[in-house]
């Protein structure tokens, strides 16, 4: 009996109508163009502005266009995997709202929860559910409403994020040199202190005095935070691409998380590699946290062949890390 392996076999994307220029940014906090561009180099974010929508929203955008792309029947789809750090609610998880939306019949769903590393994770825990015989289809959505957490009160964290969803179809498949080839992630736990949340949680629940005292938004140590994602990143790709025998000139793209533009600079040039080797949307997206991975290769589907060889990486809060080789399966239209 031959090995089951996991393949993408289709990417959907969606991105808010609303776009927050650095121009306006300039007018809400002190800040310019030349300085956001100068260190993280994002131009302009999305945001999702209507009254009453939350991730899920995005995320069955996302997850629509996928189903009438593929032209799969949604009964035929085992599983539902939403990851994100935006949840619509604190319970029920966000994928049940999506799989009601969608009116998936036979379909189970979960939320995974792994901060900007969630889509490299969760495209993992899907690959092996599927390697384990047990489910054949699987849909797995980044998305992210980081709007909702930004405080756009702080000139240093509210020109870095941005709202958007993607999602891919992982199917089972009996061809072995195609799909999810090979993995390696990592969580120190050193984190908490440079990236979070301070209130919300358990350990400090909201009250008159979070909210008075801004708690409910991201809080981050940016330097700290940029020092140790250009390592682990950059560290995790060399890893796997020296396991894999994977080097310049066999490797065809790599898909990094969309943070800075300088860690992106930097893991290519850790691996020798060509920016035109490298995905990028970090201009016109910015930090769309769980999603900016789904999101580049959604925009750059077009580009893809079959047998191209790809290296995914990420590093977000925890601080979780890692990287993974996936062999793409088709021809992108």
Same mark, same amino acid.
């Given at each position: 009996?031959?090995?089951?392996?996991?393949?993408?076999?289709?990417?959907?994307?969606?991105?808010? =109508?609303?776009?927050?220029?650095?121009?306006?940014?300039?007018?809400?906090?002190?800040?310019?163009?030349?300085?956001?561009?100068?260190?993280?180099?994002?131009?302009?974010?999305?945001?999702?502005?209507?009254?009453?929508?939350?991730?899920?929203?995005?995320?069955?955008?996302?997850?629509?266009?996928?189903?009438?792309?593929?032209?799969?029947?949604?009964?035929?789809?085992?599983?539902?995997?939403?990851?994100?750090?935006?949840?619509?609610?604190?319970?029920?998880?966000?994928?049940?709202?999506?799989?009601?939306?969608?009116?998936?019949?036979?379909?189970?769903?979960?939320?995974?929860?792994?901060?900007?590393?969630?889509?490299?994770?969760?495209?993992?825990?899907?690959?092996?559910?599927?390697?384990?015989?047990?489910?054949?289809?699987?849909?797995?959505?980044?998305?992210?409403?980081?709007?909702?957490?930004?405080?756009?009160?702080?000139?240093?964290?509210?020109?870095?994020?941005?709202?958007?969803?993607?999602?891919?179809?992982?199917?089972?498949?009996?061809?072995? =040199?195609?799909?999810?080839?090979?993995?390696?992630?990592?969580?120190?736990?050193?984190?908490?202190?440079?990236?979070?949340?301070?209130?919300?949680?358990?350990?400090?629940?909201?009250?008159?005095?979070?909210? =008075?005292?801004?708690?409910?938004?991201?809080?981050?140590?940016?330097?700290?935070?940029?020092?140790?994602?250009?390592?682990?990143?950059?560290? =995790?790709?060399?890893?796997?691409?020296?396991?894999?025998?994977?080097?310049?000139?066999?490797?065809?793209?790599?898909?990094?998380?969309?943070?800075?533009?300088?860690?992106?600079?930097?893991?290519?040039?850790?691996?020798?590699?060509?920016?035109?080797?490298?995905?990028?949307?970090?201009?016109?997206?910015?930090?769309?946290?769980?999603?900016?991975?789904?999101?580049?290769?959604?925009?750059?589907?077009?580009?893809?062949?079959?047998?191209?060889?790809?290296?995914?990486?990420?590093?977000?809060?925890?601080?979780?890390?890692?990287?993974?080789?996936?062999?793409?399966?088709?021809?992108?239209?």
């Amino acid at each position: 009996m031959s090995k089951i392996n996991a393949i993408i076999t289709g990417v959907g994307g969606y991105l808010p =109508d609303y776009i927050l220029t650095n121009e306006e940014l300039s007018r809400m906090v002190d800040t310019n163009d030349e300085w956001i561009m100068t260190r993280v180099g994002i131009k302009e974010r999305r945001i999702l502005t209507e009254e009453g929508l939350g991730t899920s929203y995005m995320a069955r955008k996302a997850a629509k266009q996928l189903l009438q792309k593929t032209g799969v029947d949604p009964d035929t789809i085992d599983t539902l995997i939403v990851t994100t750090s935006t949840a619509d609610y604190k319970f029920p998880s966000t994928a049940s709202i999506v799989v009601g939306k969608l009116g998936l019949k036979n379909a189970y769903a979960f939320d995974f929860w792994g901060a900007c590393c969630g889509f490299l994770y969760a495209l993992d825990q899907a690959a092996m559910m599927i390697q384990s015989g047990r489910v054949k289809k699987v849909i797995v959505i980044g998305a992210d409403k980081m709007s909702s957490v930004v405080d756009y009160k702080d000139r240093q964290t509210c020109p870095l994020f941005g709202d958007g969803a993607a999602a891919v179809l992982v199917e089972a498949t009996d061809e072995q =040199d195609i799909g999810v080839m090979d993995s390696y992630f990592r969580c120190d736990g050193k984190g908490l202190p440079f990236l979070h949340m301070k209130a919300g949680g358990s350990v400090c629940p909201p009250s008159h005095f979070t909210v =008075d005292h801004r708690l409910h938004y991201l809080y981050q140590e940016g330097r700290t935070v940029f020092r140790y994602a250009v390592t682990n990143m950059s560290d =995790d790709c060399a890893l796997i691409a020296e396991r894999n025998n994977l080097d310049k000139s066999n490797i065809r793209w790599v898909v990094p998380h969309q943070a800075n533009m300088r860690i992106i600079e930097a893991v290519a040039k850790r691996l020798d590699l060509s920016m035109d080797q490298v995905m990028v949307n970090i201009e016109h997206c910015g930090n769309t946290s769980a999603a900016t991975i789904p999101l580049a290769i959604w925009e750059n589907e077009h580009l893809l062949r079959k047998g191209d060889n790809m290296l995914f990486t990420a590093f977000g809060a925890g601080f979780v890390h890692g990287a993974s080789y996936y062999k793409w399966a088709y021809d992108g239209q």
